[in-house]
Nanobody, 122 residues
Framework: QVQLVESGGGLVQAGGSLRLSCAVS????????VGWFRQAPGKEREFVAA??????IAYADSVKGRFTISRDNTKTVYLQMNSLKSEDTAVYYC?????????????????WGQGTQVTVSC
């Protein structure tokens, strides 16, 4: 079993920054991948970014150049969000998959965190 716990959400003004964390625990494998997704009210969940433990990274076009995904040796994955816009407001989820690459599809991920709210005010 794998558990993921997000933290770091909050309220920020447009143009500001936030850093989300996703703490991963349980059994993982050498090519474990973690993705960040978000869901705004009334919208479908969408891919934001993903990283494998081997360092492969993918971003959605809407966040490229503003968000940075990274990981450390303690199985924590970070999402640094800069130049935030009102349209970034959503619940952000981290998700894990035991094998595979940086999929943009949420059904490719086996485990999900509880989500953390990010609100960007104008």
């Amino acid at each position: 079993q794998v558990q993921l716990v997000e933290s770091g959400g909050g309220l920020v003004q447009a143009g500001g920054s936030l850093r989300l964390s996703c703490a991963v625990s349980g059994r993982t494998f050498s090519n474990y991948a973690v993705g960040w997704f978000r869901q705004a009210p009334g919208k479908e969940r969408e891919f934001v970014a993903a990283i494998t433990w081997r360092g492969n990274i993918a971003y959605a076009d809407s966040v490229k150049g503003r968000f940075t995904i990274s990981r450390d040796n303690t199985k924590t994955v970070y999402l640094q969000m800069n130049s935030l816009k009102s349209e970034d407001t959503a619940v952000y989820y981290c998700a894990g998959r035991l094998y595979g690459s940086t999929s943009r599809y949420d059904d490719a991920y086996d485990y999900w965190g509880q989500g953390t709210q990010v609100t960007v005010s104008c």
